[in-house]
T-cell receptor, first 110, second 119 residues
Framework: QKEVEQDPGPLSVPEGAIVSLNCTYSNSAFQYFMWYRQYSRKGPELLMYTYSSGNKEDGRFTAQVDKSSKYISLFIRDSQPSDSATYLCASPNQGGKLIFGQGTELSVKP | GAVVSQHPSRVICKSGTSVKIECRSLDFQATTMFWYRQFPKQSLMLMATSNEGSKATYEQGVEKDKFLINHASLTLSTLTVTSAHPEDSSFYIC???????????????FGQGTRLTVV
């Protein structure tokens, strides 16, 4: 079992839709959770960063962590074509290495 | 966010030659740098971790003599692909983690990536 699991998609939504991206993890020691956005042929860009359980909001983006179920989510409100990218969830293990999910490819159609 | 600059963004080289990729942290001190390889439609595969001033730690299956990593300063790490072959063609990405005012050291910032094509 991978330490971080993520549905690779692809996920296609119409412009303006609410997008829900999800990951599960198996290591209960994980404390920090990140969401990265990666455009084609570019390096990942850090979008959101959360610690432990709870919600964090930044503009149209909301990151949610539920440690009891080992479930992390990223919600995108009023999705735009410019949000089309691959979204990667990640968490650093105790050795400091980032453990990535497989990435979900999102396409927002105008 | 912090800025990590990776250069070059694209390189084409002949089989058998060596290629050097640079990764610089522009506005913070990178105590740790990571090098990843990414195949199309796949997630990032960690190749090695380097701490400033010490030898890199390579992941299982990664040839340390083929992928030479140097992290001589707190702002620069280099990856050299030696005796490159077509199967080394891939997207290589660095990331850096360190300390800067207001930032937690578990954040990692990525370079723009380097697309290597070996012909």
């Amino acid at each position: 079992q991978k330490e971080v699991e993520q549905d690779p998609g692809p996920l296609s939504v119409p412009e303006g839709a609410i997008v829900s991206l999800n990951c599960t993890y198996s290591n209960s020691a994980f404390q920090y959770f990140m969401w990265y956005r990666q455009y084609s042929r570019k390096g990942p860009e850090l979008l959101m960063y959360t610690y432990s359980s709870g919600n964090k909001e930044d503009g149209r983006f909301t990151a949610q962590v539920d440690k009891s179920s080992k479930y992390i989510s990223l919600f995108i409100r009023d999705s735009q074509p410019s949000d089309s990218a691959t979204y990667l969830c990640a968490s650093p293990n105790q050795g400091g290495k980032l453990i990535f999910g497989q990435g979900t490819e999102l396409s927002v159609k105008p | 966010g912090a800025v990590v600059s990776q250069h070059p963004s694209r390189v084409i080289c002949k089989s058998g030659t060596s290629v050097k990729i640079e990764c610089r942290s522009l506005d913070f001190q990178a105590t740790t740098m990571f090098w990843y390889r990414q195949f199309p439609k796949q997630s990032l595969m960690l190749m090695a971790t380097s701490n400033e001033g010490s030898k890199a730690t390579y992941e299982q299956g990664v040839e340390k003599d083929k992928f030479l990593i140097n992290h001589a300063s707190l702002t620069l790490s280099t990856l050299t692909v030696t005796s490159a072959h077509p199967e080394d063609s891939s997207f290589y990405i660095c990331s850096a983690r360190g300390f800067a005012q207001g930032r937690v050291n578990t954040e990692a910032f990525f370079g723009q990536g380097t697309r290597l094509t070996v012909v």
